[in-house]
């Protein structure tokens, strides 16, 4: 199912702990933009299905990453991205949004998009793996 724009943001702003709509809105398009970089084919389209749709087209045209970012770049990136960010600030913002995104899918396509992505995201989507 997908989820509406405004309960989407709202859970982002709520675990952001942001002041507006807006601060949650732009951590998701950065953060989404990123992780649309490393998820390619039915996982992609798949998640992009359950995201609101200004997100989803996001997902869907991502930001171009000529290799896979470990969790710690991923964050370097985040903060390169967001204007007066620091590592702490993204990796808060990068962690609202993903664990918001890791609502969205169900634990099967979550585990699909964590086989996509270099070892340690399974932390940044709040969902820690047993391995």
Known sequence: MTLRWEA???QVKERGEYNSRSEADRAAR???ALLGAH???EVRAQLAARLPEAF??????PLQSAEPLTPERFVRATTAWI???TEATAAWDVSAVLSTVAD????ELLQEILLQLPAGYDL???RP???
């Open 83 to 85: 204007e007066g960010a």
């Open 30 to 32: 950065v953060v989404l």
């Open 56 to 61: 989803a087209l996001i997902l869907l045209n």
């Open 39 to 41: 998820l390619v084919g």
């Open 124 to 126: 940044l989507f709040g």
């Open 104 to 107: 969205a899918a169900d634990d």
């Open 8 to 10: 989407f943001l709202d």
């Open 129 to 131: 793996q047993i391995h």
